[in-house]
């Protein structure tokens, strides 16, 4: 009979970290935030993936199209914002407030 020693239950605390890191990571993808722009005038609706899943748009503003292009680019942008703030706010509680190394969703 073999006996797990510290290595071995140092490499099952490993794996067992990593399918928590992998857990966690699909459950930030599923996330999602509303940026607006102009009053909610525009809204864009981002995933945790950074995919845009929603664009509304008011129909006043379809006869002006350099204001549409800045309030849209605004709702992306604010819409990034809180994708960052709520995904670093997960991400701390998951980690206990331990940074994650970039490429981590929120970081």
Do not use: W, Y
């Amino acid at each position: 009979m073999i006996m797990a020693g510290p290595l071995d239950k140092l490499f099952d605390q490993a794996r067992r970290m990593g399918e928590d890191v992998q857990r966690a990571a699909q459950d930030l993808a599923k996330v999602e935030v509303t940026g607006e722009a102009g009053a909610g005038m525009v809204q864009v609706t981002l995933n945790g993936r950074r995919e845009v899943r929603k664009v509304q748009i008011d129909p006043q503003l379809l006869s002006d199209r350099a204001l549409l292009e800045d309030l849209t680019a605004g709702a992306m942008n604010d819409a990034l914002r809180k994708l960052e703030k709520t995904l670093g706010q997960k991400v701390s509680g998951l980690t206990g407030g331990i940074k994650m190394p970039g490429g981590f969703p929120g970081f």
